[in-house]
């Protein structure tokens, strides 16, 4: 099946440090990736939606300067967060979508980022 | 504003008990739909998905769900729960006009006890 990873599983890092998250399709071609932020008990909010060879486009609220999205390859999406705040501290979450077209979205395991 | 709702926010069951989640969403139009489950500690896994065709849809686990268009709904049900089965499970929506976004619901918490 269909495998996505993330990189790192968790992090912790100084305020004000910048901080990069990698999702990969193992097995397959994503031309789409997703990027997701999810709180404690709550559910994904959709960050930024990641196409390959070209800018992200971010949903409503979510700071680009601050969320720097790279989709450099087919297999690869890398989500850095810059400048890092307490508040930043959450799960992030990547999906990639295959080259088929459908519509289904596979999810990596999360990174865990804590900002002190 | 168009959404998706999971009306149940936490539930708790004994082993063998039926399940029901309800989930309801507000596009219109052609809309592909899915449950997720996400195991304590664990990714988010796909349970099952409908595109089009038969209604009633089978997916892993013994889990199934039906999508009643008349009534925006897609609930999900499983017959017979196991204490395994303890996890949080959202409904999500991608409407045909959102480029393939996924909607997700506020996700429902259950709790098996054996």
């Known amino acids: 099946g269909a495998v996505v990873s993330q990189h790192p599983s968790w992090v912790i890092c100084k305020s004000g440090t910048s901080v990069k998250i990698e999702c990969r399709s193992l097995?397959?071609?994503?031309?789409?990736m997703f990027w997701y932020r999810q709180f404690p008990k709550q559910s994904l909010m959709l960050m930024a939606t990641?196409?390959?060879?070209?800018?992200?486009?971010?949903e409503q609220g979510v700071e680009k300067d601050k969320f720097l999205i790279n989709h450099a390859s087919l297999t690869l999406s890398t989500l850095t967060v810059t400048s890092a705040h307490p508040e930043d501290s959450s799960f992030y979450i990547c999906?990639?979508?295959?080259?088929?077209?459908?519509?289904?979205?596979?999810f990596g395991p999360g990174t865990r980022l804590t900002v002190l | 504003a168009q959404s998706v709702s999971q009306h149940n926010h936490h539930v708790i069951l004994s082993e063998a008990a039926s399940l029901e989640l309800g989930c309801n969403y507000s596009y219109g139009g052609t809309v592909n739909l899915f449950w997720y489950v996400q195991y304590p500690g664990q990714h988010l896994q796909l349970l099952l998905k409908?595109?089009?065709?038969?209604?009633l849809v089978k997916g892993i686990k013994g889990f199934e769900a039906e999508f009643i268009k008349s009534k925006f709904s897609f609930n999900l049900r499983k017959p017979s729960v196991q204490w395994s089965d303890t996890a949080e499970y959202f409904c999500?929506?991608?409407?045909?006009?959102?480029?393939?976004?996924?909607?997700f619901g506020s996700g429902t918490q259950v709790v098996v006890t054996p």
């Open positions: 409908y595109f089009s065709g038969d209604p």
């Open positions: 990641s196409n390959e060879g070209s800018k992200a486009t971010y």
């Open positions: 999906s990639a979508r295959d080259r088929s077209g459908y519509n289904e979205q596979f």
């Open positions: 999500a929506v991608i409407p045909t006009d959102s480029w393939g976004k996924l909607q």
């Open positions: 097995d397959f071609q994503a031309t789409t």
